[in-house]
């Protein structure tokens, strides 16, 4: 199946870790749609969210995959499919592939006074950079607001993925 990755699994190496059969197929962008720090997170941070805004010049970018099936309910464990995402298919723009169809991961519960962990936020920024997206993007969630991880070991776990 197509998966769409548009927040901290556009890093190939933290969603390896999460779905080890992948294959990146290309960089797609998902029109209408902004990336938002907003999803409420299972440890009180934000998550990264494909928000909807209908504003013709708004665009999504992020990277798309293929995986299996097991992929896939591997990824609706770890997401938290049913509290705070929901999976949504999306049409998406390639181009090497052109217009292509994908299931992503879409949230339900949004508190935008959150502020993501700067280990999180470094996930997307990787992602972003080995995606190869547009610098303005680029910039854009490099100036996003963070907050510290009190749980060292959760951070120190994180960042270990990039070193």
């Not at 998902?30 to 010049?57: I, M, N």
């Not at 995959?65 to 999306?90: N, P």
């Amino acid at each position: 199946m197509n998966y769409f990755a548009y927040g901290s699994n556009m890093s190939f190496r933290r969603l390896q870790q999460r779905v080890p059969q992948l294959r990146r197929l290309d960089t797609a962008i998902l029109p209408r749609y902004r990336l938002c720090f907003h999803k409420v997170g299972q440890d009180g941070s934000a998550k990264c969210d494909a928000f909807y805004t209908g504003v013709s010049d708004d665009a999504l970018h992020g990277v798309l995959y293929h995986i299996e099936q097991e992929g896939k309910q591997a990824l609706d464990r770890i997401e938290g499919l049913g509290a705070g995402y929901e999976v949504q298919e999306v049409a998406l723009q390639t181009a090497a592939l052109g217009g292509v169809s994908a299931l992503t991961y879409v949230a339900t519960r949004i508190d935008a006074s959150l502020q993501p962990f700067g280990w999180y936020k470094r996930h997307v920024l990787v992602g972003a950079r080995e995606a190869c997206l547009p610098a303005a993007y680029i910039d854009a969630i490099e100036a996003h607001p963070h907050q510290d991880d009190h749980d060292t070991h959760r951070h120190q776990l994180e960042s270990a993925i990039h070193l």
